[in-house]
């Protein structure tokens, strides 16, 4: 592997945001590198079939190529392609989009959707946190880890992240390092409703009262919400206040969706706001419509099309997540039926039963293949499907096509993490 850089002309951008070149025949991807541009990168990584680089010096800039938002990019590994106009960014993700469906699925949507979007700073309300104390570096780093790397990045704000935290990262390094074991702190969690910000400390030995005292004068200092973790999630318990409560509530509807700091909600609440928006239209929730929720969680989608009439089910795997969709239906006045099944065993797949008008995935990253012919056997005239992962929508959207006869009438699109290589989809499935 050269030790010194090398030139090279990028010829592409890969699905993670890395430029392409070639080296011989064999593609070498370089991080901060766009096509068309001529630079001079450092390599790695060097294997037989491919090669890793990182751009160093950047000869001839591609026309669309702007100026980072944050000091810390190409340090920090929270974001990929800050140096990448929003706009483009965003075409990125649809012909990743695209490509996928076509190369995995083998199929192509009737219709392209206009991506969802919303603010591209600020908006990341749920994160977790690297600790790590080095003195070396001055105490106490808080922030992401560095790319490629297990060391935290040295970052004084994340501007990504909502400003109630992201603005106040250094502060919270000088909270931890006043602490009495501040190397035994490796994280902090983060998550941000309407009203209430909370930060879950993670502490691998017994704080002691002056910790204890340090962290609930932080809390009261900003107005943020400091709970503590000594254990798994089970012994999370709140510093203060006594009794924080998170939420947000999702427009038009006013339905509010209550949830505990370590519970899934989408990362980025304007986006997810569109995204149900999106949802509850292509699912036309009315009286006398059943409506099936996979992978429901707190209740994101059920809620609002309970609201709207419909008789929905939801389920979930995690216990947890059907307790707080049920107590959100009971706040809100809303009848809906939740059910506890692991849906990807066969046992957890028992819950869905019963005929249903439209279905509703929102899977993780590993997609819904084993839930796929249980919908399918509702007789659902409509799939709805929220995909975090590109490779698995593709891999569902052709089983749902070539096996139980969906056609992919539509497909776009979300915005949920913008500057990174995340690419959140959305995709309507109709029966002939």
């Not at 695209?98 to 392209?112: S, Y």
């Not at 209550?258 to 929730?285: C, H, K, S, Y």
């Not at 070539?402 to 690419?423: I, N």
Request: hydrophobic share 45%.
């Amino acid at each position: 592997m050269p030790k010194e850089p090398v030139e090279a002309r990028i010829t592409g951008l890969a699905h993670e945001g890395r430029g392409i070149t070639h080296d011989r025949e064999r593609p070498v991807f370089v991080d901060f590198a766009l096509p068309g541009e001529r630079v001079r990168f450092r390599y790695t990584k060097l294997r037989r079939s491919r090669g890793e680089g990182s751009a160093v010096e950047i000869l001839e800039p591609a026309a669309e190529r702007i100026a980072p938002g944050c000091p810390h990019f190409g340090t920090c590994g929270g974001c990929a392609l800050q140096h990448l106009p929003a706009p483009a960014q965003l075409a990125h993700k649809e012909r990743v989009l695209l490509e996928q469906l076509e190369r995995i699925g083998g199929v192509t949507p009737e219709q392209r959707l206009a991506p969802l979007t919303g603010p591209v700073w600020g908006y990341r309300r749920k994160a977790r946190l690297a600790v790590k104390h080095v003195p070396k570096k001055g105490g106490v780093l808080v922030g992401f880890r560095e790319k490629h790397s297990p060391l935290v990045a040295p970052v004084d704000a994340c501007p990504v992240l909502d400003p109630r935290v992201g603005e106040r990262l250094e502060a919270l390094a000088g909270l931890v390092a006043s602490l009495s074991i501040p190397e035994r702190i490796p994280q902090i969690e983060v998550a941000c409703g309407d009203e209430t910000a909370a930060l879950v400390f993670r502490h691998l030995d017994p704080l002691t009262a002056g910790d204890l005292e340090a962290l609930a004068a932080f809390a009261r200092e900003t107005g943020l919400a400091v709970l503590r973790q000594p254990g798994d999630e089970s012994t999370i318990t709140p510093v203060e206040p006594a009794a924080p409560a998170l939420s947000y509530t999702l427009a038009p509807s006013g339905v509010t969706v209550g949830f505990e700091p370590t519970d899934f909600v989408q990362i980025n609440a304007a986006v997810n706001t569109a995204m149900v928006q999106r949802a509850v239209a292509w699912l036309a929730p009315a009286p006398g419509r059943r409506i099936l929720d996979l992978f429901c969680g707190v209740g994101n989608f059920s809620l609002p099309l309970a609201q709207a009439g419909a008789a929905v089910t939801g389920v979930e795997g995690e216990v947890g997540l059907i307790e707080r969709a049920r107590a959100n239906a009971a706040a809100n006045g809303l009848e809906a039926d939740f059910a506890v099944g692991d849906l990807t065993a066969e046992a957890g797949l028992a819950a869905i039963r019963g005929a249903y008008d439209a279905v509703l995935l929102d899977p993780p990253r590993s997609g819904a293949a084993e839930a796929l012919a249980p919908a399918a056997a509702t007789g659902a005239g409509r799939i709805v499907y929220c995909s975090c992962g590109p490779a698995t929508l593709a891999r569902d959207a052709g089983t749902l096509v070539h096996e139980h006869g969906y056609r992919l009438t539509a497909a776009g699109v979300m915005d949920m993490f913008p500057h990174t290589a995340h690419v959140e989809s959305f995709a309507v499935f109709d029966r002939p």
